[in-house]
């Protein structure tokens, strides 16, 4: 999924493996099992899914409203991710909590990652 999301030039492609991430991120069709669920976004977050949308967001899709929807829904996607207590862990364990630090601190972090951190901080 990195490579489709990193090389694709076609919005549709985009915009269904977004969708695709977004069904896996929050359960899928809700049929499978908790623990199931928490395995797949925890093998998401190993295949370096956060760092992926987080490039894109302020890389190729930071400007223009041309990639509005993408923004929408990489954020959307990143908050389902790290409201996983695996994945949140995960994030968080040694040397791998340096992704959440290194945004907070950066210049060019996406405005709506940090709401969408911010909201799903007090959820927590």
Same mark, same amino acid.
């Given at each position: 999924?990195?490579? =489709?999301?990193?090389? /694709?030039?076609?919005?549709?492609?985009?915009?269904? &493996?977004?969708? #695709?991430?977004?069904? #896996?991120a +929050?359960?899928? +069709? !809700?049929?499978?099992?908790?623990?199931?669920?928490?395995?797949? =976004?925890l *093998?998401?977050? *190993? @295949? %370096?899914?956060c760092? /992926?949308?987080?490039?894109?967001?302020?890389?190729? $899709?930071?400007g !223009?409203? @041309?990639? @509005?929807q993408?923004?929408s829904d990489?954020?959307d996607?990143?908050v389902l =991710?790290?409201?996983?207590? %695996?994945a949140?862990?995960?994030?968080? &364990?040694?040397?791998?909590?340096? $992704?959440?630090? =290194?945004r907070?601190?950066?210049?060019?972090?996406?405005?709506?990652?940090?709401?969408?951190?911010?909201?799903? %901080?007090?959820?927590l």
């Open positions: 999924m990195d490579h =489709v999301l990193r090389h /694709t030039t076609s919005p549709e492609v985009t915009e269904s &493996a977004l969708e #695709l991430l977004r069904s #896996l +929050d359960g899928g +069709d !809700g049929r499978d099992s908790e623990n199931k669920d928490s395995e797949v =976004v *093998r998401l977050v *190993r @295949a %370096g899914l760092s /992926t949308l987080e490039s894109l967001l302020v890389g190729r $899709w930071s !223009g409203a @041309a990639f @509005a993408h923004r990489a954020c996607i990143l =991710v790290l409201a996983n207590d %695996g949140m862990r995960h994030l968080f &364990a040694e040397g791998e909590g340096k $992704w959440i630090e =290194v907070r601190r950066s210049k060019r972090t996406c405005s709506q990652i940090q709401y969408y951190l911010q909201i799903c %901080g007090k959820i």
